[in-house]
């Protein structure tokens, strides 16, 4: 499909796709965020025809994404907020890197008003690759912006269509790395035409939790740690955070939310001291059931990391 007369603006974070290698056929000696996201675009063939010809690059960051900061995110949200609220945006696309693309997801689901697509994609080749997927995920995202019925935040690669809150990296290397678990994706696209998995337009649950203002006003960010429990876990990581100024506490628990004795005593009197403590599983699919009396809250289905942004975002907005 093309449309003419809107614009579709592109934010570059910089990760893989943006990547080069010395050696076309290295596919993990390479280094992140090399090239401008406006270059990226000009070697896609027919993704400025796609676009109708409005197509807008901006470089918001140049970043290999194990790095990403809040500080990239607040930048990030609102370029997307200002461009978003322009009549003439359809849609923005994110190039990010693939390793914290589900955290930026949940940040933005959670601080943006999202009635019109906000689309990362991304890449697990670098752009000199023999066969880079870049610049297929590249015309994918924009054929999901330009979809009817598009909007909220989503993730696009290897031809999958996510929503932000299930998508997850699941594999370390294969080009087809994401997945939204049980929930299953929200569409596929097929040579530049979204078939969503549900009959009409995409519904999402895309309302702000009205983090932005905090965001926006964030002196500080709150110090939030993941830690996991596993066979043998005590409770020193805990306690030593706890004095040295933590305000939260996400637990990576097993199974449905459980936690050794020793750290769960730990992360008791964390709590007690005024940290917040949240539970998630490490299991990859399902999530913690809460029972009535449990003394650690629940994550409300939230992975550990994306249980993190949310614990963030929560501090922020008790500032
Ligand atoms: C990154 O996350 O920036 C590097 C890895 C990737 O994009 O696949």
Known sequence: MQVSGQKIVVLGTGGTIAGTSA??????????????VEQLLNAVPGLQALAGGGLVAEQVAQIDSKDMECEVWR??????????????????VI???????????????????ARKPVVLTCAMRPATALTPDGPQNLLDAVAVVLAPGSMGVLAVAAGDVHGARHVQKVHPYRVNAFSSGEA???GWVEEGTVRWAFNGPVVLENQASGAMNSVVNAAAWPWVEVIMNHAGASGRAVDALAREGVQGLVVACTGNGTIHHDLEAALLRAQTAGVRVVRSTRCAEGQVLPKPGDALPASQGLSP??????LILDLLRMD
């Open 95 to 113: 190039t990010h890197g693939t390793d914290t693309l589900e955290e930026t997801a949940w940040f933005l689901h959670e601080v943006l008003d």
């Open 23 to 36: 050696q076309a056929g290295d596919n993990i000696g390479y280094t992140a965020a090399q090239v401008g």
């Open 305 to 310: 990391v994306k249980a993190r942004v949310a």
């Open 184 to 186: 299953g994706a929200l």
């Open 75 to 92: 930048t990030l949200a609102l370029r997307c907020a200002h461009h978003l609220n322009d009549p003439e945006v359809r849609g923005v």
